[in-house]
């Protein structure tokens, strides 16, 4: 149960904070260095909406998974850096990554850790998206967004296109209380041609990353 390429080493974290300190905008964001997150982009990075259906949405076209590896994952994994909640799974775990592109456009990369077992049983066709694998025959699922980040990554501006940091956010999957998945996944700043500028989050204690709206209206264009 593997892809075509080795797994990519996981995003560097510039700035990350928990779910709720980016809702209620305290102790994980610098207020005097930070413009608070757009109204559209708050429903695509806090919201527990499917992302693929809202890519579809907004692009008007199908969501296209293409994978890139899904391999057993070491004890001690060498440029991982996984969520906190990955722990919570039972081993041995398993790791997919995949990008999502609508068209010609790449709009999104994920990678999400599984139960060896749990992903044998849900993830037997690897073109779905896995909110599609997982609601088959209507089954309940429900997702929880556990916290934000900005990332940067050499394959990633390679990727996207696009010069980084890339907006990221990671999650899990419950159904019946059982944890079933632990996702992590990074935007494309090419979203801003929907969505409108994101805003930016301080990093450290002082200077915020540029925000990538003033490159927006060069990338409609070319698009």
């Known amino acids: 149960m593997t892809g075509s390429a080795p797994l990519l080493p996981s995003p560097r974290i510039l700035w990350q904070a928990p779910y709720q300190d980016v809702v209620e905008a305290t102790a994980g964001l610098d207020a005097a260095a930070t413009q608070p997150l757009t109204g559209p982009w708050k429903l695509l ?28 994952e070491p004890e001690q994994p060498a440029g991982a850096h996984p969520p906190a909640e990955v722990a919570e799974l039972a081993p041995p775990l398993l790791r997919r990554q995949v990008w999502l592109r609508c068209g010609a456009h790449t709009l999104a990369w994920a990678e999400s850790w599984w139960n060896q077992a749990e992903a044998e049983a849900h993830l037997q066709d690897r073109r779905l998206p896995i909110w599609r694998s997982l609601t088959t025959n209507r089954a309940e699922l429900f997702r929880e967004v556990d916290g934000l980040a ?41 979203l801003e041609r929907w969505l409108g500028p994101a805003g930016t989050p301080a990093v450290g204690s002082s200077a915020a990353i540029p925000s990538h709206a003033s490159v927006a209206p060069r990338l409609a264009h070319s698009l």
Not at 160 to 169: M, Q
């Open 150 to 190: 900005r990332v940067e990554a050499p394959w990633l501006e390679r990727g996207f296109g696009v010069a980084g940091p890339f907006w990221s956010r990671h999650y899990r999957f419950f159904r019946g209380g059982q944890e079933l998945t632990v996702i992590r996944e990074v935007f494309s700043p090419l």
């Open 45 to 72: 990075l806090l919201g527990d909406g499917s992302p693929t259906r809202h890519l579809q949405l907004l692009t008007g076209t199908p969501v296209q998974v293409e994978l890139i590896a899904m391999a057993a």
